[in-house]
């Protein structure tokens, strides 16, 4: 059965440092999201992207962050200065429909810590 | 954006059935209602979805009245591993992002 993949498992970085947060989608699957989970909370809606382009995006996604698809089977997210708050758990996920549909397949997240 | 309201947390034995309820009032007339099981330190995975009557599948079944403003997600025989948050959703409004609540945790027991 096809997965989505995320690497790496958990990443430890210090304030202030840039990440990236990386991700394989399943392979005929057009439309990608993020989202996040911090310890104990709800998993948080982050953004979405299709076709080359974000669709939406939530007021957690500010100028500190941003996504890419490098090429035609990674699917990345970048924190560039991190904060302590920005510890979470990150889930990518993927679906084949768009609008209308919510059967998002995700992966098993990056345990992202900041200290 | 319809609000869903569901039990903070069930407790259940081995072998019964579970059967966990969501009210949304304010559904709309085109949303459908989703549902996602989450276990520790995992992604949500996906359950089950449906518009109306009734929508069963490998895992579990799900029950929507005519007037729609409430939906039962029906777990078979539950075991040990289906203890999880069970997160039932309806449509944000925007795309296809999925908006989560905390969710019905389910603790089965031996």
């Known amino acids: 059965e096809p997965e989505v993949t995320q690497t790496p498992s958990h990443q430890v970085t210090q304030m202030g440092q840039e990440v990236i947060l990386r991700c394989v989608p399943i392979s005929n699957h057009l439309y990608f999201y993020w989202y996040r989970q911090i310890l104990g909370q709800k998993v948080e809606f982050l953004v979405s992207?299709?076709?080359?382009?974000?669709?939406?995006k939530s007021e957690i996604f500010d100028d500190q962050f941003s996504v890419e698809r490098p090429d035609g089977s990674n699917f990345t997210l970048k924190i560039r200065s991190t904060k302590l708050e920005d510890s979470a758990m990150y889930f990518c996920?993927?679906?084949?429909?768009?609008?209308?549909?919510?059967?998002?397949?995700f992966g098993p997240g990056t345990r992202l810590t900041v200290t | 954006l319809a609000k869903t309201t569901q039990p903070i947390s069930m407790d259940s034995y081995e072998g019964q059935e579970v059967n966990i309820t969501c009210s949304h009032n304010n559904i709309a007339t085109n949303d459908y209602i989703t549902w996602y099981q989450q276990f520790p330190s995992q992604g949500p995975r996906f359950i089950i979805q449906g518009y109306k009557t009734k929508v069963t599948n490998e895992v579990a079944s799900l029950f929507i009245p005519a007037d729609r403003k409430s939906s039962t997600l029906s777990l078979p025989r539950v075991s040990l591993s289906d203890t999880a948050v069970y997160y039932c959703?309806?449509?944000?409004?925007?795309?296809?992002?999925?908006?989560f609540g905390a969710g019905t945790r389910l603790a089965v027991h031996p």
């Open positions: 996920a993927s679906s084949a429909l768009g609008r209308g549909s919510h059967e998002q397949y």
């Open positions: 992207f299709y076709n080359n382009e974000i669709s939406e």
């Open positions: 959703l309806v449509p944000s409004g925007g795309y296809n992002k999925l908006i």
